[in-house]
């Protein structure tokens, strides 16, 4: 079957493929060197690409990280590289004009990355000014940001005959189911969970992929490989979000980025879900998120997941899909059984989040690491809290991650919140009640001890946010 994508704005058909086969090692050895390999992990940018992604309105250019995407994920797509930035042979961008006129080029390794985001950040619709997000995954180890920086802050708004903008009107068309076997491996690509699920229930040690920001980690600097991969990302019914009068839906395949948008579109429409909104851009990179799923992220079960504490503060459950079982509801907090452990059960996958309504009035999200921005936490805490009339604890909700083998419920402090004035006396007592909670490791990110102390200080810091907000009496 082979994979057939266009790629600066020319079809190329590639004959089947190994689905280990990363897009970076392609484009390489294809001679499109531009993209280069900084840390096959998504940490730096250096080999970002452009994928176009459809929106309600026509298509977005995306940047995404190419050696996390699999060659044959690429079918039905348009990616632009390095090389296709140029509007013609001898010419140069305007991001590229402007780079240059800018010194923003030192070594020129991560030149190539830095240019594919700033060239979709140039025709990204409804730009205002500056975003440092635009360039927040990419990473210029001869500290030149300053110029680059310079850049972006300085882009124009693209000429209105620019013909890309013709082709960012234009909706892409719907990615097409996918089968391609190699050397005893097989790649299925399906567009419907019944689909999926049948795939599923025939093939029981197949891995399942959504954006692959974490398998591929492991394919790259582990070298594992796995005979049979079933990528989500086409699956309908896993695109879903959905305001009810009793619940936010979520689908397990929205992309982290696309739940920023439906996440600033609630807000808009007057619910807010302020726990996801403060826990997003803390959440990686911009080219991480552009391909990581929501499901994807619980699914790993790691106890550093960043998405977990939010969601266990608010309550959620997950719905679980199977063939033999059909559908059933969970609660996140008994989903996670033991490090890297979920209660998926074989042939099942997480169709949806439903977070129920109404939400808390207070929502914090809190991320304690090395850097504020893309970094691994080394504690994470999501607090929800409603207050009755005369200020006492209605309803108080504890997340950590970073603290224990899973993410965890405070739930023996959430109980004795319960009916509690909320002041400063509560908050002391609930910080010396969560020091005991869960079983925190010395890593080279923070000792046993640091951890424990954290979880009572964000207590603290939760309850001075919120006094200074008005929610004390």
């Not at 800018?102 to 205002?128: D, I, K, M, N, W």
């Not at 399942?208 to 309908?236: C, K, W």
């Not at 936010?248 to 996801?276: F, K, M, N, P, Y």
Request: hydrophobic fraction near 45%.
């Amino acid at each position: 079957m082979g994979v057939s994508f266009v790629l600066n704005g020319e079809t190329v058909r590639v004959g089947d493929v190994d689905h280990h086969t990363t897009l970076l090692q392609w484009l390489r050895a294809r001679g499109l060197t531009g993209s280069k390999e900084g840390c096959a992990e998504g940490e730096c940018g250096a080999c970002a690409v452009a994928v176009l992604r459809a929106t309600a309105t026509g298509a977005q250019l995306m940047p995404v990280n190419s050696c996390l995407m699999p060659l044959v994920a690429l079918d039905g797509r348009t990616v632009i590289s390095v090389e296709g930035v140029a509007p013609a042979p001898g010419q140069l961008h305007p991001v590229q004009q402007l780079m240059a006129a800018a010194g923003g080029s030192q070594c020129g390794y991560c030149t190539p990355g830095f240019v594919v985001s700033l060239t979709c950040e140039y025709y990204r619709a409804g730009r205002t000014g500056y975003d440092p997000e635009s360039i927040g995954g990419n990473l210029c180890r001869c500290t030149g940001y300053r110029p680059i920086v310079d850049v972006a802050r300085a882009l124009p708004a693209p000429a209105t005959d620019d013909p890309r903008l013709v082709q960012l009107g234009a909706t892409p068309p719907a990615l097409e189911a996918v089968d391609q076997a190699m050397d005893g491996r097989r790649f299925l690509r399906p567009t419907d969970l019944p689909s999926l699920l049948a795939h599923l229930a025939t093939l029981p040690d197949a891995i399942m992929i959504a954006g692959g920001t974490d398998l591929m980690v492991y394919v790259n600097q582990r070298h594992q490989r796995f005979p049979t991969l079933i990528s989500l990302e086409a699956v309908r019914e896993l695109q879903r979000f959905e305001l009810t009068p009793h619940e936010v839906v979520i689908g397990a395949g929205v992309t982290l980025s696309e739940l920023e948008e439906h996440v600033t579109e609630a807000q808009r429409a007057g619910t807010d879900l302020a726990l996801l909104r403060q826990l997003l851009p803390l959440f990686s990179s911009r080219l991480i998120r552009n391909r990581a799923t929501l499901g994807g992220n619980l699914a790993t079960a790691s106890p550093i997941g960043d998405s977990s504490p939010a969601l266990l503060a608010l309550d959620a459950e997950v719905a679980l899909t199977s063939a033999s079982h059909g559908t059933r509801r969970v609660a996140l907090d008994a989903f996670f059984l033991d490090y890297r452990k979920t209660a998926l059960a074989p042939g099942e996958v997480i169709v949806s989040v439903h977070v129920p309504r109404p939400l808390a009035r207070w929502q914090r999200f809190y991320k304690v690491s090395k850097r504020v921005l893309d970094d691994i936490s080394t504690v994470a805490a999501a607090f929800a809290l409603d207050l009755t009339a005369n200020g006492h604890v209605r309803r108080l909700l504890i997340a950590f991650g970073g603290v224990a083998a899973t993410p965890v419920r405070a739930r023996v402090a959430e109980a004795r919140a319960q009916g509690m004035p909320w002041n400063h006396e509560t908050a002391l007592a609930l910080a010396a009640e969560l020091e005991t909670l869960g079983s925190p490791m010395t890593d080279q990110r923070g000792s046993a001890a640091y951890r424990r102390r954290m979880l009572g200080k964000l207590m603290e810091k939760f309850f001075a946010d919120t006094e200074a907000g008005g929610a004390t009496t």
